[in-house]
Nanobody
Framework: QVQLLESGGGSVQSGGSLRLSCAAS?????MGWFRQVPGKEREGVAR???????RYTQFVEGRFTISRDNAKNTIYLQMNSLKLEDTATYYC????????????????WGQGTQVTDSS
């Protein structure tokens, strides 16, 4: 069972940037970034497969970039032009078979890192 650890969260002003990292304890397959706010369902932000093919939710496309370093078993989320609506707890996830933006498809999850747009 792979262990995932997110880092890089914090508080930034609107329009600012933040880079999240997710380090895994072993081999990673399809990886995704998800976010959740109180009272709402966890939503998919971006995902990336082993060949570095990417997909994004329409709400972040053009502002966020997901990437991976397979040798380091690590994925990243570069977040630019941050908005108040981006404030959430961000989670990374891994799955050997599923590679979409639905949270129910992933088997392994990190503990999350908080991202706050301070306006």
């Amino acid at each position: 069972q792979v262990q995932l650890l997110e880092s890089g969260g914090g508080s930034v002003q609107s329009g600012g940037s933040l880079r999240l990292s997710c380090a895994a304890s072993g081999y990673i397959y399809c990886m995704g970034w998800f976010r959740q706010v109180p009272g709402k369902e966890r939503e998919g932000v971006a995902r990336i497969d082993r060949d570095k093919s990417t997909r994004y939710t329409q709400f972040v496309e053009g502002r966020f970039t997901i990437s991976r370093d397979n040798a380091k078993n690590t994925i990243y989320l570069q977040m630019n032009s941050l908005k108040l609506e981006d404030t959430a707890t961000y989670y990374c996830a891994d799955d050997a078979a599923y590679c979409g933006l639905e949270h129910g498809g992933y088997d392994y999850w990190g503990q999350g890192t908080q991202v706050t747009d301070s306006s």
